[in-house]
């Protein structure tokens, strides 16, 4: 949990008086909770939740770090399995299987997303990796790799499109380095667009970048840098991609969100007092954003969920720290099939709350 955002400590204290005013301001939005929505078998355990959402049919899916950590050695590194697992539940969160035991990207979950197919994605912090399941649960692209101490087609064009003059993982590095996009740093979340190209947020290491391939997996281009600067990030949480194709990124360390369209050109920028770690965007015609907040490192002294239009105007807010039901320790999960329902994953409180806004 301490590890997930050891990147951005230093930006998650308290806002200042004004802010806190502001956000006291703001109109509470009343809404139910079904904290124990998850039944898993005596023998199995749901631990700090890295990503939950659902797919057309109501079936639930959770990332977490749940898990038997172990190393193996390889011929010239060593290799980490087995510290995260992938859960499917039925729509009322009875346990159904368990997917992709003992897949080598799954060491600490940080994300999950559902894809408009139903093919499930998982993202892992401690392997870099992106990995997709199909609708039958069979793995089928894998995005991102480790560093390796042998030439592996390094990028002798340099850089993509809208990238860093080239260096190390970014491309155009040295040998070993690899082709552009082909390497993360503790990736964090991922999004579509409507043709199906791939959206990562390359994340709460050191890139600071979108990093955009098309739905075969294949690098376009990427953007960002480290900064505070418009189209700088520090620390990329989270990702959203409205019905027009812009690109909204949750810029974790400057407590903002920056909007950009698909090809990464700044639109805008908006806050609001909070520092978003999470995010989803509903579908329909009118379109909304629910960003999860905190205002310290584990959630539990200052949290809440706010409903924002796209235009950044924030419509309410809900919840607050606190391990009962309806209170939130590190949401860093949200799924918003619908306006006015959520499953918000939990890291500290180690559970998924199924949340029904009131009208």
Not at 94 to 118: H, S, T
Not at 155 to 179: F, L, Q, V, Y
Not at 206 to 230: E, L, M, Q, Y
Not at 270 to 290: D, E, S, V, W
Request: charged share 20%; with cysteine.
């Amino acid at each position: 949990m301490i590890r997930l955002l050891q990147v951005v400590v230093g930006a998650m204290t308290l806002a200042s008086g004004a802010a806190l005013v502001a956000q006291g301001s703001l109109p509470e939005i009343a809404f139910d909770s079904v904290a124990d929505l998850l039944k898993t078998p005596n023998d199995i355990h749901v631990g700090e939740i890295g990503g939950v959402a659902a797919n057309s049919k109501g079936q639930i899916f959770v990332y977490t770090r749940t898990g038997h950590p172990f190393a193996t050695l390889g011929d010239n590194r060593t290799f980490y399995h087995g510290g995260s697992r992938l859960f499917q539940f039925d729509a009322n969160g009875k346990f159904i299987r368990e997917l992709g035991q003992d897949v080598y990207g799954f060491n600490a979950a940080v994300g999950l997303r559902v894809d408009p197919q139903d093919s499930v994605w998982t993202i892992d912090a401690g392997a870099d990796q992106i990995v997709k399941f199909d609708s039958d649960g069979r793995i089928a692209l894998v995005l991102g790799r480790k560093p390796e101490n042998i030439v592996v087609r390094p990028n002798a064009a340099g850089p993509g499109p809208g990238g860093p003059p080239g260096g190390g993982r970014r491309g155009g590095g040295p040998p070993g380095s690899g082709t552009p996009g082909s390497s993360f740093s503790r990736p964090a979340d991922v999004a579509w667009d409507r043709v199906g190209n791939i959206y990562v947020a390359d994340g709460v290491g050191n890139n600071n970048r979108v990093a955009k391939f098309d739905k075969d997996g294949r690098f376009i281009r990427h953007w960002g840098s480290t900064g505070s600067g418009p189209g700088q990030f520090t620390g990329i949480k989270a990702l959203a991609i409205d019905a027009r194709d812009n690109v909204y990124v949750a810029d974790v360390g400057n407590k903002r969100i920056q909007v950009f369209d698909a090809d990464g050109t700044f639109k805008s920028e908006f806050g609001g007092g909070f520092t978003p770690l999470a995010m989803c965007i509903t579908k329909g015609t009118t379109q909304y954003l629910y960003i999860s907040h905190a205002g310290d490192e584990d959630g539990m002294e200052d949290a809440a969920i706010y409903k924002v239009r796209l235009d950044g105007t924030i419509v309410g807010r809900f919840g607050s720290a606190g391990k009962l039901p309806k209170q939130f320790g590190l949401a860093n999960s949200l799924d918003c099939r619908s306006e006015n329902q959520l499953l918000v994953g939990e890291m500290t409180n180690w559970r998924v709350q199924k949340v029904t806004l009131k009208p």
